[in-house]
C-alpha cells in the first residue's frame, strides 16, 4: 500500500482488511457516491479560477489549467504547478500554469477540490510545510480527509480494481459523440 506509507501502522492495520477482501472499492463508492461534472478543459479553468477568486484575490494570475494525460499519478504527483518565465522587453514575466492528471476527470468533486485547492496553494507557498498545509485546510477544511480518501482510490486501483464512477466517464464520452 504505497499510497498509504507515510501514514501509521494503525490507520493501515484499518485499511488493510478491506483492501485484501477488494472492498476499496465498495468503501470508496459509499462515502462518495457521483463523481464530478468537470469535463473540459475550460470548465476546470473556470473551476480553479472560482476558488482562486474566493481564497486568494491578491494572488498572482493563473494562465492555464487543465487535465493532462501525461501526468501518471502512479509515478508522479497528482498535478502539477508550473511557472513559465518569459522575458517580454526589460521586465520578466511569470505564467502559472496548473496540470492535473488525466485520472482524475472522474473522480468525486471534493477530490478533485482538493487537488486545485493543493496546486493553488503553491502559488503562495512553495514548500510542502506547516503554512502550505495550513492555507490548504483554509480553503478546503475537509482537505486531509480527501487527501486520504483519494490515496485509498489510488491503492484500490493500483491492487488491480477497476475504475469507479462510470456515470462521469460515460458523460465524457457522450460530450465527444
Not at 67 to 84: E, P
Not at 87 to 107: N, W, Y
Not at 168 to 175: C, I, K, L, R, S
Request: aromatic content about 10%; overall charge positive.
Amino acid at each position: 500500500m504505497k499510497y498509504l506509507a507515510h501514514y501509521p501502522e494503525s490507520i493501515q492495520a484499518q485499511v488493510r482488511p478491506f483492501a485484501d477482501a477488494g472492498r476499496l472499492g465498495d468503501l470508496l463508492l459509499r462515502r462518495h457516491p457521483d463523481g464530478h461534472g468537470i469535463r473540459t478543459d475550460g470548465a476546470l479553468y473556470e473551476y480553479a479560477q472560482s476558488l482562486k477568486n474566493e481564497f486568494m484575490r491578491q494572488a498572482q494570475p493563473i494562465a492555464k489549467v487543465q487535465f493532462d494525460g501525461k501526468l501518471h499519478a502512479v509515478r508522479h504527483a497528482l498535478g502539477t504547478h508550473t511557472t513559465v518565465s518569459r522575458v517580454q522587453g526589460h521586465k520578466l514575466k511569470a505564467r502559472h500554469e496548473i496540470r492535473i492528471a488525466s485520472l482524475f476527470r472522474d473522480v468525486p468533486l471534493p477530490w478533485l477540490r482538493m487537488i486545485v485547492v493543493h496546486e493553488l496553494a503553491h502559488l503562495r507557498v512553495r514548500e510542502h510545510d506547516k503554512a502550505f498545509y495550513a492555507l490548504c485546510t483554509h480553503m478546503e477544511p475537509a482537505y486531509h480527509q480527501f487527501e486520504f480518501d483519494l490515496r485509498l482510490y489510488l491503492t484500490h486501483l493500483d491492487l488491480g480494481g477497476q475504475a469507479l464512477w462510470p456515470n462521469a466517464a460515460a458523460g465524457a464520452q457522450a460530450g465527444k459523440d
